[in-house]
Structure formats: C-alpha cells, structure tokens
C-alpha cells in the first residue's frame, strides 16, 4: 500500500477533501494523510459537511502541521503532495526516505463573507477539482504513476483536469 502525505497551507480544505477522497475511492492501495505548514484551528463546518453530504467518513479528520509527520516514529511517505499556492510547496521539509513530490497548484476559493449560496457552490467546485485529480492520479497503473514520478510529472496531473460545471 502506498502512502500520500497532502499538504496545504492550513490544513483545512484543499488537503483535508484530498485525504478523504483519496481513502474512499482507493482505500486498498492508497493510505492518505494530510497535514497544513501552519496551524489554524479546526476543519470549517462547511467543509466536513459536504464531505459526510458525499459519503465520507469524517470522524478522523484532523487540522495539523505537517510537524505531527515528522520525528523516529513517522510515517513513511511514498508521496508528498502540496494542493496549494507555490509558497507552501516551498515550505515544506525534506522527508526521510525522499518520497516523490509534487505539486497540485489548486487555488482557494475566493470566499465571500455571508454569501452561503455562493460558497457554497465555491465549495462544491473546489471538491470537484480535487475528486477529477485524485480519481486519475490512483487510477494510474503503477508503472506509469512510478515513471511519472521519475520524469517529475505528477504535478501535471492537476492542469490537465478539467471538470465540466
């Protein structure tokens, strides 16, 4: 089983929906974390909403700093995966192991305050994106997942998704 490591800015969107669409859709060969470069408090209501509204299971999901991955007893990553802006792959350390890294520039939704019809469709585009993404990227033959991984190209896999709306 190959394990993912998400990472995101703050570990409440983008990186929390990867890691549950991730362990829903391949939970036989994919074991998927998230973690954020900063920490800043819980998982938005809206956000675990439409995550249970989309069948998935919630209970574990956790905000944290990707410190919580690091130390002797660390899990050991096959990947390590930002889903944000470049600053925050940037940011991120250099995992033991060297596990493949790339980048999934998926940009935050421009939120506006008291707009919930708004967001919330912001919302539900945003988790589109990233189920498109995450669906290609494990339904990948490992072959072809090991020789993007070599050639550096996993990162694509975000631009090339394109969801109809």
């Known amino acids: 089983m190959k394990r993912i490591l998400f990472i995101c800015q ?11 669409i991730t362990n829903k859709i391949a939970p036989k060969r994919f074991r998927a ?9 819980p998982i938005p209501e809206g956000v ?8 998935h299971f919630t209970d574990r999901l956790r ?22 802006d470049k600053s925050t792959a ?10 493949t890294s ?12 008291g707009d919930d019809v708004g967001n919330r469709i912001l919302l539900e585009e945003l988790y589109q994106r990233i189920y498109v993404t995450v669906n290609l990227f494990t339904s990948l033959p490992e072959d072809v997942r090991e020789r993007m991984a070599v050639e ?3 990162s694509e896999l ?3 998704v394109r969801v109809a709306g």
């Not at 940037?90 to 596990?99: K, N, R």
């Open 10 to 20: 703050y570990n409440s969107g983008r990186s929390i929906m990867a890691e549950a």
């Open 33 to 41: 974390y998230s973690a954020g470069v900063e920490d800043r408090g």
């Open 48 to 55: 675990l909403n439409l995550l249970k509204e989309k069948g």
């Open 63 to 84: 905000a944290k700093t990707f410190d919580y991955f690091t130390g002797l007893m660390a899990v050991k990553f096959d990947y390590v995966i930002t889903t944000c």
């Open 90 to 99: 940037d940011a991120c350390p250099v995992w033991p192991g060297q596990p």
């Open 102 to 113: 790339a980048h999934w520039n998926i940009p935050k939704p421009a939120f506006r305050p």
């Open 152 to 154: 550096g190209r996993i």
């Open 158 to 160: 975000h631009q090339e």
